[in-house]
């Protein structure tokens, strides 16, 4: 039971903080095109922030995997 409280506490972490870093990313997107980058771009630009997003969301799952305290009953 303790390992499926665990699995369950990491998804519901990674879903929240992937929101939040969603709505950053979002945000470095539009300041993006609001400063200058040309709209003939937005594919790229839309492509780097989701490998960027991506890489994030993976960096937190391992770490919350790794170093999450166990969870006793």
């Known amino acids: 039971m303790d390992t499926f409280l665990s699995v369950l506490a990491i998804l519901v972490e990674v879903a929240i903080l992937g929101a939040a870093f969603g709505c950053i990313i979002a945000g470095v997107r539009l300041m993006l095109f609001d400063l200058g980058v040309k ?10 922030l989701a490998a960027v997003g991506s890489l994030l969301l993976v960096f937190i799952f391992c770490h919350l995997c790794t ?7």
């Not at 170093?67 to 009953?73: A, E, K």
């Open 39 to 48: 709209q003939e771009n937005n594919k790229i630009v839309t492509l780097f």
């Open 67 to 73: 170093f999450y305290p166990t969870i006793y009953d």
